[in-house]
C-alpha cells in the first residue's frame, strides 16, 4: 500500500509562488499516475491537475491553467506542483493521490486509490 505525505504549503501573499510535494513510500511511484485536488473551506474536493506515470501527459482545472505546473520525479518517488502567481481564490488545502490507472489524467477523486493527509495553503491579497 502506498503512503503519500504531502509537504510544502503555508503562507504566501497574493502573487507569490508555494511548491509542493508529495513523497510516496510503499510503492512505486512509476506504478501510478498522480493527481492533485483541493479542499476550500465549505467547499466540495476539486480536481486541480493530474499526470500520467511518466510525465508526458498532464491535465489542469481552468483556473489554475498557466499558473501551475505539475511535474514527477519517480527516481525521487516525489510528484511536485509549482504554484505561481497565487490568488486568494486558490486558498484551500491541497492533497496528493495515486491512481492505479497509470495512463490517465483522471479528474474523478473517486478514482484514485490512495490519498495523503493534505497540506494547507493560504494566499492573503
Known amino acids: 500500500q502506498v503512503q503519500l505525505v504531502e509537504s510544502g504549503g503555508g503562507l504566501v501573499q497574493a502573487g507569490g509562488s508555494l511548491r509542493l510535494s508529495c513523497a510516496a513510500s510503499?510503492?512505486?511511484?512509476?506504478?501510478?499516475?498522480m493527481g492533485w485536488f483541493r479542499q476550500a473551506p465549505g467547499k466540495e474536493r476539486e480536481f486541480v491537475s493530474a499526470i500520467t506515470w511518466n510525465g508526458r501527459n498532464n491535465k489542469y482545472l481552468d483556473s489554475v491553467k498557466g499558473r501551475f505546473t505539475i511535474s514527477r520525479d519517480n527516481a525521487k518517488n516525489t510528484v511536485y506542483l509549482q504554484m505561481n502567481s497565487l490568488k486568494p481564490e486558490d486558498t484551500a488545502v491541497y492533497y496528493c493521490a495515486a491512481d492505479r490507472a497509470r495512463w490517465g489524467t483522471e479528474q474523478r477523486s473517486g478514482q484514485y486509490d490512495y490519498w495523503g493527509q493534505g497540506t494547507q495553503v493560504t494566499v492573503s491579497s
Open positions: 510503499g510503492g512505486t511511484l512509476s506504478d501510478y499516475a
